[in-house]
């Protein structure tokens, strides 16, 4: 039995990526999904999710719907980072009967939570809305997970600002209020990491040599992050961001951890920010999470490629050396 996990996110292509990888390899047990708005509207990230887990053969995994509005009661806006379908153009190409479950996102992970016996490992890809709403009904809620690990923040850049990234940008309180819920553990996995691990020209071309499902999907669908990577920033790279969360529960040494204290700024021109104290400078030596200050790149590679192309782990192991 592999590490049971639930995913909280709002697919768009790299949540769809960590979904895949999460169903791909033994060590993980993917229970459900829960959706939120944040790379399109919540009516299209939950159709995105659904779309996701029947393009892996597992209809059987419930997703459930969770927030259109932020924990402000606001709607937050959404990014076009991934196309206007959140996957890159593609998502008409993968059709699907699935539908959502009864039960929203919020009550079931506050259900989850009391049934978790403290094994369940919760993923955060997107914004932390549902999240932090559950915790606002359950206080004990972050007690009962094993962890919390969660795609957001940066101690040094920013996407929507020169210092905020989007989930923690499109509800800055829902990330300031789960960052400070009390977890046993909370990994923040922010963008000074997974920046890094862009996806290049060279691994989309052997992906197209692939040429199965899932490495046509992972090829179109990254085209669009690509080109507007290439407009705003001129590096023809595509986003990979929170795939990187279910590669580091698979194996833990691709990533540096420091012990930190973080919070996230709620307004102003920081708005989103997520302020990282490593050196204990106004937390006075707290530490609330554990941040991630690097990551091993070509390992990276090699554990995603390997895993979800399995028939191709010679030819990957060699490129990669
Ligand atoms: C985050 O924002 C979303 O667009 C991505 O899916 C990722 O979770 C990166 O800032
Ligand atoms: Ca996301």
Known sequence: ????????????????????????????????VCTVTGNGSLENTTKNGLKILSLCGREDIPLYKGSARGLDDKEPDTVPAFG????????????TEKKPEKEGAVEFLVRAANESNGEVTLFATGPCTNVAKAIRIDKE????????IVMGGAKYTGNMSPVAEYNFWADPLAAKEVLNAGFHEIVMIGLDVTNKIALGADIREILRIFDTDISRFIYHATR??????????????????????????????ILTLKRANIDVVTEGIAKGQSVVDIK????????????????????????????????????ITKYLM
């Open 141 to 148: 809620l972050p007690k009962k997970f094993k962890r919390l």
């Open 1 to 32: 039995m592999g590490i049971p996990i639930i995913i909280d996110c709002d697919p768009g292509v790299d949540d769809a990526l960590a979904i895949i990888l999460a169903l791909s390899h033994p060590k993980v047990d993917l229970k459900a």
């Open 84 to 95: 206007d379908d959140g996957l890159g153009g593609y998502a008409h190409t993968v059709q």
């Open 280 to 315: 204990g400078h106004w937390s006075g030596g707290k530490c609330n999470a554990l941040y991630a200050a690097d990551v091993d790149v070509n390992q990276f590679y090699k554990l995603f490629l390997t895993t979800i192309f399995k028939e191709h782990e010679d030819e």
């Open 224 to 253: 669009e992050g690509l080109i507007e990577n290439w407009e705003t920033r001129q590096k023809p790279v595509a986003p990979m961001h929170d795939v990187l969360t279910v590669a580091y529960l698979i194996d833990e040494s």
